[in-house]
């Protein structure tokens, strides 16, 4: 007795993936082939004008260089000196600022009739003043102003005093020197003195000395050839 023997089916699944394969690399190629799709006409358009926004070279530089705002009008006005621009400024201007502030002292008072002052060697007080037409025998051109004086010497030896280095000025700056005739003549009979005679260290003696000046002589010093001291004896008038 025959058996129908049922044919057997053959499996497909191998024959599947090959299959798919073979599809995408058709479809890579078709596309390859027919190149990218074109965007729609309205789309180009709004891609272009993009496109050529960004390559615009004003555009760019508009976008990247800022604009400078303009300056303020109160920047432009002068600002006035202020007090500390005076107190800064060079060292030599400061100093002659600072000299220029630096207030000049005044001279001391200058001796006159009465005062005592010390020059080499001696003490020299002027005690009074007094006018005379003529002395003993001696009659002044002008008039005779006659000085008296008290003296003292601090030398520390014994020397006669220099009646000879006295003289006195005037207003018009002449200068007098002592009329030492006159003078010695005064000194004999007045004082009992010797003019040439030396006087003790220490020793005060009350003398005077003789000048010769105009009538009209005014503000009048006593002092020496170099101006060693000046003692102010004022004005002199002969009474009429």
């Known amino acids: 007795m025959l058996t129908r023997t049922k044919p057997q089916r053959r499996a497909i699944t191998g024959r599947v993936p090959f299959l798919l394969v073979t599809v995408a690399l058709l479809a890579a190629s078709l596309l390859a082939a027919c190149g990218t799709p074109e965007p729609p006409p309205r789309e180009r358009r709004a891609a272009a004008t993009q496109t050529a926004r960004a390559t615009d070279p004003a555009n760019t530089l508009a976008t990247r260089t800022p604009i400078p705002a303009p300056a303020l009008a109160a920047t432009t006005t002068p600002v006035p000196p202020t007090a500390t621009a005076t107190a800064t400024g060079t060292p030599d201007n400061r100093a002659a600022t600072a000299l220029a ?8 008072p200058v001796p006159g009739i009465g005062d005592t002052i010390d020059t080499q060697g001696w003490q020299l007080t002027v005690t009074a003043i007094d006018l005379f037409p003529r002395i003993g ?5 002008g008039i005779y102003l006659y000085v008296k004086l008290r003296i003292t010497n601090t030398s520390g030896a014994a020397v006669p005093f220099p009646f000879e280095g006295l003289v006195v000025v005037d207003q018009r700056n002449t200068s007098y020197g002592a009329d030492i005739p006159a003078t010695t003549e005064s000194l004999r009979y007045d004082f009992n003195r010797d003019i040439a005679a030396p006087i003790d260290n220490g020793q005060t003696l009350d003398l005077a000395v003789a000048f ?8 009048l ?13 004022g004005n002199t008038e002969y009474p009429k």
């Open 101 to 108: 502030q630096t207030p000049t002292p005044l001279p001391g």
């Open 137 to 141: 025998d001696h009659r002044a051109s």
């Open 212 to 219: 010769d000046i105009p009538l009209d002589a005014t503000n």
């Open 221 to 233: 010093i006593l002092t020496t050839p170099t101006r060693i001291f000046t003692i102010v004896l």
